[in-house]
């Protein structure tokens, strides 16, 4: 699952990317009301994005934060990595993180590949996905979770 920290980092590139064509820069207080983030925890988020290259922060007092490129380019494969670190569920099948497991063999492991499978099915979809789709100012289909009594 993702932290408290991706989601907020999420949030606030939404609000950014539905602004992104206004060319100016969007005030911290003003994204922390919005989307109801506490200001402090925003801030250190916006600095390791900015830190990242996804935003450019101007200071002042028509200051704030804008996104460095168009929505469209950036991945949520590399938002989600630049935040959280591996995309995959375990060390051994990260592709940029990659760190062997301390009490496995490789070798004779049967978890390996299956993670490995769901590491290649969930980026298939983060490296496809970009800011542009889930900014603020469009509709967004809501996926409801599937009772676990339904799944089979």
Not at 33 to 60: D, H, Q, Y
């Amino acid at each position: 699952m993702l932290s408290q920290k991706t989601k907020y980092a999420l949030q606030a590139l939404a609000y950014l990317a539905a602004r992104y064509e206004e060319g100016t820069p969007v005030l911290i207080g003003t994204i922390a009301k919005e989307k109801n983030i506490p200001i402090k925890f925003l801030e250190a988020i916006l600095c390791e994005l900015r830190n990242e290259g996804m935003l450019v922060s101007t200071r002042g007092r028509s200051g704030g934060y804008q996104l460095a490129e168009h929505p469209k380019k950036t991945k949520l494969s590399r938002v989600i990595r630049a935040v959280e670190g591996p995309i995959a569920l375990l060390s051994c099948v990260s592709l940029n993180f990659y760190k062997p497991c301390e009490n496995c063999n490789q070798e004779t492991c049967c978890i390996n590949p299956v993670m490995a499978e769901a590491r290649d099915a969930i980026l298939k979809v983060l490296d496809k996905r970009t800011v542009n789709d889930i900014k603020d100012d469009q509709e967004c289909k809501v996926v409801k979770p599937v009772p676990m009594s339904k799944v089979r």
